[in-house]
């Protein structure tokens, strides 16, 4: 099993940045992917990144040139750098990776923009 927790989600003026991280209990694999999700009230989770096998990364429409994903094997660590933040960027952050086959996921972080 594993457990995944975030942090580093708050309140932030639009335009500002944050940075979140995710805390994995054991060691996961670089081979397997990990990802951020997020969901704002009333839609659906949405996939915002995610770091495949060898670094290569992946982001959502809505967040790319803003975000970066990163992730550091040593310390069963990953990492979302947000910058130039908008208010629609307000949402629950996810931290989610598959792991032996099982769906993992956090419990979020909150991150919400203001105007």
């Known amino acids: 099993q594993v457990q995944l927790v975030e942090s580093g989600g708050g309140l932030v003026q639009a335009g500002g940045s944050l940075r979140l991280s995710c805390a994995a209990s054991?060691?996961?694999?670089?081979?397997?992917?990990m990802a951020w999700f997020r969901q704002a009230p009333g839609k659906q989770r949405e996939l915002v990144a995610a770091?495949?096998?060898?670094?290569?990364?992946h982001y959502g429409d809505s967040v790319k040139g803003r975000y970066t994903i990163s992730r550091s094997n040593a310390d069963n660590m990953m990492y979302l750098q947000m910058n130039s933040l908008k208010t629609e960027d307000t949402a629950v952050y996810y931290c989610?990776?598959?792991?032996?086959?099982?769906?993992?996921w956090g419990r979020g972080t909150q991150v919400t923009v203001s105007s």
């Open positions: 054991r060691s996961i694999p670089s081979a397997n992917t």
């Open positions: 989610n990776t598959l792991y032996r086959g099982a769906d993992y």
């Open positions: 770091i495949f096998r060898g670094g290569f990364t």
